[in-house]
């Protein structure tokens, strides 16, 4: 259901998870990139299917979103809904809830945020709170 993609690089000190999906994903490993450069150290989970995660073991679920990471920001070019119970209170949810946009699919996704630096600011703003 989910796993991680991308480990965190500073082996025991996770400072935020991304979680996203299929296309997202590679932009989740570019904002990585760029908060480790900040010195922040983020781990990146890929969720191929939020039924199949849930039905996975407790223990297996913390192991990939550990309880005490409450930073978490979710990244998904569609509705943003499902997402919130995988964020908690303290984390947020990039999507798109609203109709979309024609244009070629990489000005649609920079229109709407869905840019590695973006979703790294975003990731700054949780841990800035």
Known sequence: ???TISAEPEQGR???VILATGSEVHL???AQKLLQERKISVRVVSV???ELFR???PDYRDSVLPPAVTRRLAVEAG???SWFE???SQGAVMGIDRFGASAP???VMEKYGFTASHIAERVQQLLDQ
Do not use: L
């Open 1 to 3: 259901g989910a796993y």
């Open 14 to 16: 996770v400072d935020a």
């Open 28 to 30: 989740a490993v570019g």
């Open 48 to 50: 191929i299917s939020q």
């Open 55 to 57: 039905a996975q073991s």
């Open 79 to 81: 509705r943003s809904s």
């Open 86 to 88: 995988f964020t908690g």
């Open 105 to 107: 699919g990489e000005v």
